[in-house]
Nanobody, 116 residues
């Protein structure tokens, strides 16, 4: 089992930047991909970005060119660098980890608020 702890959320003005971190513990060697999802008030949870063990990345169209996902620390930590933030990026951001057994673990979420 994988445990995920996110950090780095907060309040930022439009045009600003934040970096979210996700620290994984437990069965780290079983992780084949990590990702970030977000859920805005009154909206469904949506994919933001994913990264595989081979460092292949995928982004939602709404964040392409502004957000960058990466992994470090023997792939036990995932980051989401968010630049040129917009008010519509306001949401709770969740980290995910997919294992080789097709299990998905979720973090508790970190709140990002972008003021206009």
């Amino acid at each position: 089992q994988v445990r995920l702890v996110e950090s780095g959320g907060g309040l930022v003005q439009a045009g600003g930047s934040l970096r979210l971190s996700c620290a994984a513990s437990g069965s780290i060697s079983s992780i084949i991909a990590m990702g970030w999802y977000r859920q805005a008030p009154g909206s469904q949870r949506e994919l933001v970005a994913t990264i595989t063990s081979g460092s292949s990345t995928n982004y939602a169209d709404s964040v392409k060119g502004r957000f960058t996902i990466s992994r470090a620390n023997a792939k036990s930590t995932a980051y989401l660098q968010m630049n040129n933030l917009k008010p519509e990026d306001t949401a709770v951001y969740y980290c995910t980890a997919d294992s080789k057994w097709f299990d998905r673990s979720w973090g508790q979420g970190t709140k990002v608020t972008v003021s206009s």
